[in-house]
């Protein structure tokens, strides 16, 4: 009776090894077809409910873009204006000295003779004077030339006038300066400039003390 018990024993032992080696084997070799196609997918939903339950997120691998364009950019041209150019202003037309134009050294006198030669001739006189001319020896102006009588006091103008030549060719020349109310010269330094067109041809100065 007891081999008989044994003998049981053994055979449903030899049964049991039997029927396990297959799942013995799929273990040691792996999965194939639609069992191993599950099982990665209960694996994958393994892991992910892990990565979850862990606080972790799969992100998919970014792919690639392309880097930055590395062309600075360029400011916009600056704005140019053409700032027209400045009118050009003829330069006033000047009056050409005729050859061979003469005007001496100014005299300073009280009067003059009837040939218009200076009578109590000075550079200073008293306060109280009226009226002072001034006389110059001159050559070669044409009659119908145009001269400038510029008279000045103490550095400012006292009359400028613009005078047609109607004498001889050459001679003695008289002109003076006053007041036409008559009154006292002033005092101070008295100047006379003449010119023709813009050419200074003579000048000279007095003086009037208190």
């Known amino acids: 009776m007891k081999v008989q018990k044994y003998q049981l024993v053994a055979l449903f032992l030899a049964f049991a090894i039997l029927f396990s080696l297959p799942a013995l084997a799929c273990s040691i070799s792996g999965f194939s077809g639609e069992d191993?196609?599950?099982?990665?997918?209960?694996?994958?939903?393994?892991?992910?409910?892990t990565?979850?339950?862990?606080?972790?997120?799969?992100?998919?691998?970014?792919?690639p873009t392309s880097p930055p364009s590395s062309t600075p950019t360029q400011p916009p041209p600056p704005t140019i204006t053409f700032t027209p150019n400045p009118t050009r202003?003829?330069?006033?037309?000047?009056?050409a000295t005729p050859t061979?134009?003469?005007?001496?050294?100014i005299t300073f006198?009280?009067?003059?003779?009837?040939?218009?030669?200076p009578i109590?001739?000075?550079?200073?006189?008293?306060?109280?004077?009226k009226r002072v001319y001034a006389i110059f020896p001159?050559?070669?102006?044409q009659e119908g030339t145009k001269y400038t009588l510029y008279w000045t006091v103490n550095g400012k103008e006292f009359v400028s006038a613009v005078?047609?030549?109607?004498?001889?060719?050459?001679?003695?020349?008289?002109?003076?300066?006053?007041?036409?109310?008559?009154?006292?010269l002033d005092v101070g330094t008295w100047k006379l400039a003449i010119f023709i067109g813009n050419k200074l041809m003579t000048s000279g100065t007095f003086k009037i003390i208190p």
């Open 138 to 141: 001159y050559s070669g102006i």
């Open 51 to 63: 990565l979850t339950a862990d606080g972790l997120t799969r992100v998919a691998q970014a792919s």
């Open 89 to 95: 202003t003829e330069a006033p037309s000047r009056t």
């Open 163 to 184: 005078k047609t030549w109607k004498w001889d060719s050459s001679g003695t020349y008289s002109t003076s300066t006053f007041y036409t109310n008559n009154s006292d």
């Open 100 to 105: 061979g134009v003469w005007m001496g050294e």
């Open 36 to 49: 191993k196609n599950a099982h990665e997918t209960r694996m994958a939903e393994d892991i992910s409910a």
């Open 120 to 129: 109590e001739s000075a550079a200073v006189f008293k306060k109280g004077i």
């Open 109 to 117: 006198a009280r009067d003059v003779t009837e040939d218009n030669q």
